[in-house]
């Protein structure tokens, strides 16, 4: 598992780092349309508004993880992470079983540990803090959320929180990974990037469900 894990934290690096150092220029969220963005061969999608910039990107050996990197406004990214292991995922009938919740725990606290410790490394924050950590698994795939804090040695602290996802009986994993400066950011700009995170789900999830309501973005907590 930890060689399934390695390429891809290496592209989430990248793009967060990427992303926090280009600090784009704020884009209008008074948007007249909504766009849909489908990726028809690992089956996820997720919504933004129409004139965010969206940049696709082909498979080959020049980038083998990286699916889709989506620029919000005044810095915010998002980015969507397909991560192939050569061994498909197993189906659980219940998520809720002991043994399916101890799996849960152990790849959240190894997405912490070698995913967002390393971001926090690379963007030299001061201190990570872990906001919350969410099981979502349901009847399509193994799937959790995590919310962290970083504090810098200048300026905001910076959220990156993801919500990754294990298909069933697919040889991959799908992880959808926004980062933004949450502190002073103003509400309308906080419930546009929320709904843009919590818009992120895989073929066959219905939409506006319990599971997929979850995935929200609090504040993490502060130390």
């Known amino acids: 598992m930890k060689a399934h894990f390695r390429t891809a934290t290496a592209d989430i690096i990248r793009f967060v780092t990427l992303s926090m150092a280009l600090l784009a220029t704020a884009v209008a969220l008074a948007q007249p349309k909504i766009e849909e963005f489908y990726d028809k061969d690992y089956g996820y999608s997720f919504h933004y508004p129409a004139g965010w910039q969206l940049h696709n990107l082909p498979e080959g050996e020049a980038n083998r993880d990286i699916r889709a990197l989506l620029q919000g406004p005044n810095g915010s990214s998002f980015t969507a992470i397909v991560e192939k292991s050569g061994t498909k995922n197993a189906e659980t009938d219940n998520p809720a079983t ?3 919740k101890a799996r849960v725990e152990a790849l959240m606290s190894q997405t912490i540990a070698q995913v967002y410790k390393t971001i926090a490394e690379n963007i030299k924050a001061l201190v990570m803090t872990v906001g919350e950590r969410r099981d979502l698994s349901n009847g399509i795939a193994i799937k959790f959320y995590i919310s962290t804090l970083h504090k810098m040695p200048a300026g905001k602290p910076i959220i990156v929180a993801g919500i990754h996802s294990y298909p069933f009986r697919k040889d991959y994993a799908v992880s959808f990974i926004m980062s933004a400066f949450w ?9 546009v990037l929320t709904a843009v995170f919590n818009s992120f789900r895989l073929l066959g999830e219905r939409p506006a469900t319990a599971e997929s309501a979850q995935g929200e973005i609090p504040e993490p907590k502060k130390d």
């Open 183 to 191: 502190e002073g950011t103003p509400a309308k700009e906080q419930e």
């Open 98 to 100: 002991e043994e399916v």
